[in-house]
């Protein structure tokens, strides 16, 4: 069982910065791959970033590459996604999500799809004005 809270989220200018924080509960944190979804009025939960384990490979949607950068740091059970140059078009419901790879595929599982999450947060509201 793997706990998550989302911390960060708030409202910022665009071209501004924001650093979204996950923090997990559990033992077992640095065996799964980690995840930053989001979703925002009328629209579906989109991906947004992936990480695995260790931080060797990470996955980011075409609209946010360049301009977000997750991490992790195993050590404190926490993932990260900083995010620059925010645009309106980021203003969304942000959620952390945890999947556990399929045996064999720790090194590069870095699901897109919701259903290959096992746990997720509250979510973080990030607001941006233009």
């Known amino acids: 069982q793997v706990q998550l809270v989302e911390s960060g989220g708030g409202v910022v200018q665009a071209g501004g910065s924001l650093r979204l924080s996950c923090a997990a509960s559990?033992?077992?944190?640095?065996?799964?791959?980690m995840g930053w979804f989001r979703q925002a009025p009328g629209k579906e939960r989109e991906f947004v970033a992936a990480?695995?384990?260790?931080?060797?490979?990470?996955n980011y949607a075409d609209s946010v590459k360049g301009r977000f950068t997750i991490s992790r740091d195993n050590a404190k059970n926490t993932v990260s996604l900083q995010m620059n140059n925010l645009k309106p078009e980021d203003a969304a419901v942000y959620y952390c999500?945890?999947?556990?790879?399929?045996?064999?595929?720790?090194?590069?599982?870095?699901?897109?799809?919701?259903?290959?999450?096992?746990?997720w947060g509250q979510g973080t509201q990030v607001t941006v004005s233009s």
């Open positions: 559990g033992r077992t944190f640095s065996r799964y791959t």
């Open positions: 990480i695995i384990w260790n931080g060797g490979t990470t």
């Open positions: 999500a945890a999947s556990m790879p399929p045996l064999g595929y720790g090194s590069t599982w870095t699901p897109t799809y919701r259903a290959h999450y096992d746990y």
